[in-house]
């Protein structure tokens, strides 16, 4: 396997030119505006797998968008590695804060990346570290050094929910059969301290809509009269918190997963320099929960963000009125344990309560999903560490995420796998957000160090 170094060498070049026509494709899941985009990336991915040495490779219709089914079974008494990833990406609004076109990727060198990354939506999130799984299958099959049996599951909606997944997932647990799964859809510490997610936030998403008159009304003829949606409405979002940037849902933390004092200070062993986070960020200090650092914040403890909020006018120039409706989107990152059916009905209740008389409010939930926590101690954590190890000539260090995969914890109940998060991105690639980004030294880095996962996990197997 020492080879693997010498055909990126060699192949460098096509692997970041076929990243980059597939980046080119604005397979955005949440506008049916690019429905005909979305299909197209999913074709696309069907013929990298063939390409890679897949033998079977099939398009499964949903009632929403593709998944793209692949395998390469090699002999059924060996292991099976199952690998999921997402070809749909985010909406990249806002448009005026990208340097360059989102869908029109460039190669730019920065303070993190010398060698340069490539700038695009989806860059990291997740085409760039999905197709780097792609291309270490293509080195394994050609090179005689693919050690178990690979499937491969690409999905099409993980931006919007994963809505159609689970319902692909329960009736096809036979095709999907597996002895681990393996996800590269987070990050590591940096480029120099590799590191294994091992825990992920749950989520619950919602929309809140706040009416009051039956019209938009003049300001001058109605103001102080009426209620103004958007006035109660912010109102009743800043009630939200308290003083101490506590969520003040009633219920909601009642199954929070309390870590211990040890378990904290495991944690706390992780480099990290708040100055150099404030200085990423271009602020001045950090903001969250009392008694809490900042890495506790983003990762062990929920969470509830306003993610847009609007209403009213806000075109050019000046327009005096008093919006019928204002509009929000909401959601609330969990821990293990809380549920986030259970947290969307709570936040329900709890909007609609504090409301006053004067308006009217619906709250619209959307999708969600429960958080997840896998073993340091499972052959799959083993084989990814020494993965690591191999490449990185140093242990990686277990590692809590802040962010979400909802299908993560669906996988372990209706496939009884656990699964393996190796993220190759770092917190700095600016997922969802303008200019995202993903290192060519990690896009390669990746490549290389997926099939010392499966040479290990083989061998720990037996």
């Known amino acids: 396997m020492q080879t693997i170094q010498s055909y990126i060498n060699e192949n460098k070049d096509r692997f970041l030119n076929e990243l980059i026509e597939l980046l080119k494709i604005p397979s955005i899941s949440a506008d049916s505006a690019y429905k005909n985009d979305v299909l197209k990336t999913a074709e696309i991915i069907k013929t990298?797998?063939?390409?890679?040495?897949?033998?079977h490779v099939e398009i499964c219709e949903t009632d929403g968008y593709p998944i793209v089914y692949g395998e390469k079974i090699i002999n059924k008494d060996l292991p099976t590695v199952l690998v999921y990833g997402h070809y749909d990406v985010q909406p990249p609004d806002p448009l005026d804060l990208w340097n360059s076109p989102p869908f029109e990727p460039v190669i730019q060198k920065t303070e993190l990346h010398p060698d340069g990354a490539i700038f695009a939506r989806g860059a990291?999130?997740?085409?760039?570290?999905?197709?780097?799984?792609?291309?270490?299958?293509?080195?394994?099959?050609?090179?005689?050094?693919?050690?178990?049996?690979?499937?491969?599951?690409?999905?099409?909606?993980?931006?919007?929910?994963?809505?159609?997944?689970?319902?692909?997932?329960?009736?096809?647990?036979?095709?999907?059969?597996n002895d681990v799964i393996l996800i590269?859809?987070?990050?590591?510490?940096?480029?120099?301290?590799?590191?294994?997610?091992?825990?992920?936030?749950?989520?619950?998403?919602v929309e809140v809509e706040v009416t009051g008159p039956n019209r938009d009304l003049h300001s001058g003829l109605y103001g102080g009269a009426v209620a103004n949606p958007i006035n109660v409405l912010t109102k009743m979002i800043a009630t939200l918190h308290d003083d101490n940037n506590h969520i003040t849902i009633p219920g909601f933390y009642d199954n929070v997963e309390h870590l211990s004092?040890?378990?904290?200070?495991?944690?706390?062993?992780?480099?990290?320099?708040?100055?150099?986070?404030?200085?990423?960020?271009?602020?001045?200090?950090v903001y969250g929960e009392k008694g809490y650092t900042t890495n506790e914040r983003n990762s062990i403890r929920p969470t509830l963000d306003v993610n847009g909020i609007w209403g009213g006018y806000i075109g050019e120039g000046a327009k005096t009125v008093i919006a019928s409706k204002a509009y929000a989107k909401i959601s609330m990152r969990l821990v293990p344990h809380q549920d986030w059916e259970e947290i969307t009905e709570l936040f329900k209740s709890h909007f609609e309560s504090i409301a006053p008389d004067a308006v009217?409010?619906?709250?619209?939930?959307?999708?969600?999903?429960?958080?997840?926590?896998?073993?340091?101690?499972?052959?799959?954590?083993?084989?990814?560490?020494?993965?690591?190890?191999?490449t990185f000539g140093k242990v990686p260090i277990p590692q809590r995420s802040g962010g979400s995969i909802p299908i993560v914890s669906l996988f372990e109940k209706e496939l009884n796998s656990k699964t393996i998060l190796m993220g190759f991105g770092l917190d700095s690639d600016a997922i969802?957000?303008?200019?995202?980004?993903?290192?060519?030294?990690?896009?390669?880095?990746?490549?290389?160090?997926?099939?010392?996962?499966?040479k290990y996990f083989t061998e720990l197997k037996k």
């Open 184 to 205: 590269s859809d987070t990050g590591m510490i940096a480029k120099d301290v590799p590191s294994i997610t091992t825990g992920l936030r749950g989520l619950s998403y």
């Open 48 to 55: 990298s797998l063939e390409n890679a040495g897949c033998d």
């Open 261 to 285: 004092e040890s378990e904290r200070a495991e944690m706390a062993k992780a480099p990290f320099s708040l100055d150099s986070y404030k200085k990423a960020l271009d602020i001045d200090a």
């Open 432 to 454: 969802h957000s303008p200019n995202e980004h993903f290192g060519i030294w990690n896009y390669l880095k990746g490549i290389e160090t997926i099939p010392w996962f499966y």
């Open 124 to 177: 990291c999130d997740d085409k760039g570290q999905m197709y780097m799984h792609v291309k270490a299958l293509e080195y394994m099959t050609k090179n005689d050094e693919l050690p178990c049996n690979v499937k491969f599951m690409i999905e099409g909606e993980e931006e919007v929910g994963s809505e159609n997944l689970g319902i692909f997932v329960a009736n096809n647990r036979e095709k999907l059969e």
């Open 360 to 390: 009217k409010v619906k709250v619209t939930p959307h999708h969600g999903g429960q958080g997840y926590v896998t073993p340091i101690d499972s052959i799959g954590y083993k084989a990814a560490s020494k993965a690591y190890e191999q």
